[in-house]
Nanobody
Framework: QVQLVESGGGSAQAGGSLRLSCATS????????MGWFRQAPGKGREGVAA???????TYADSVKGRFTISKDNTEHTLYLQMNTLKPEDTAMYYC????????????????????WGQGTQVTVSS
């Protein structure tokens, strides 16, 4: 069983930065692919960034060069550094974990993630 708790959301001006954190618990942390997803009002859930158990990262085209995903294996925490924020980044952001052997195949597809946090809201104003 993996439990995920996000924090760090809030409001920012366009061009600003925020850092999201996801505290994880569960002995299988090291064998999971971890991802950040977001969902804006009226839209479907979108994969933003993922990092697999080997540290390989994947990013959506919309955030490449602006967002950085990382994890601290000692602290069992996943991060998403978001720079140069845009109003279109406004959404509820979710941390997720999925078995490495499945989620790492298509890391930005939510289908392969079976553990989810409760979400943290990010609002970017112009």
């Amino acid at each position: 069983q993996v439990q995920l708790v996000e924090s760090g959301g809030g409001s920012a001006q366009a061009g600003g930065s925020l850092r999201l954190s996801c505290a994880t618990s569960g002995s299988t942390y090291g064998r999971y692919c971890m991802g950040w997803f977001r969902q804006a009002p009226g839209k479907g859930r979108e994969g933003v960034a993922a990092i697999d158990s080997d540290g390989i990262t994947t990013y959506a085209d919309s955030v490449k060069g602006r967002f950085t995903i990382s994890k601290d294996n000692t602290e069992h925490t996943l991060y998403l550094q978001m720079n140069t924020l845009k109003p279109e980044d406004t959404a509820m952001y979710y941390c997720a974990a999925g078995p490495q052997e499945w989620a790492a195949i298509q890391p930005l597809r939510d289908l392969y993630y079976n553990y989810w946090g409760q979400g943290t809201q990010v609002t970017v104003s112009s």
